[in-house]
């Protein structure tokens, strides 16, 4: 199994970012997925779930109403928009499946 992120980066405060998660070497669509971070010295926190049908989505309280997770089954590939960033988010975001697969994780910084 191999999960890839991308699309971290440095940005302002205020703006967006959309990460990727590539997946292969499972059976995608029948795994739920979630996005976590890990901000230096800070324990690794959920930031959003979706299901393996697509029809049921979770969020931290931190990123409720900026966050958006989706996924495409058809393509093995899960995404987490982020809006209205803000210096807090700033993190290395993990994508995770079935809460035992692990990407490399990609960097977000938020700093003007």
């Known amino acids: 199994v191999q999960l890839v992120e991308s699309g971290g980066g440095l940005v302002q405060p205020g703006g967006s970012l959309r990460l990727s998660c590539a997946a292969s070497g499972l059976t995608f669509s029948s795994f739920n997925m979630r996005w976590y971070r890990q901000a230096p010295g800070k324990e690794r926190e959920l930031v959003a779930s979706?299901?393996?049908?697509?029809?049921?989505?979770d969020y931290a309280e931190s990123v409720k109403g900026r966050f958006t997770i989706s996924r495409d089954n058809g393509k093995n590939m899960v995404y987490l928009q982020m809006n209205s960033l803000k210096p807090e988010d700033t993190a290395v975001y993990y994508c995770?499946?079935?809460?035992?697969?692990w990407g490399q994780g990609t960097q977000v910084t938020v700093s003007s």
């Open positions: 979706i299901n393996s049908l697509r029809s049921i989505t």
């Open positions: 995770n499946a079935a809460l035992r697969y």
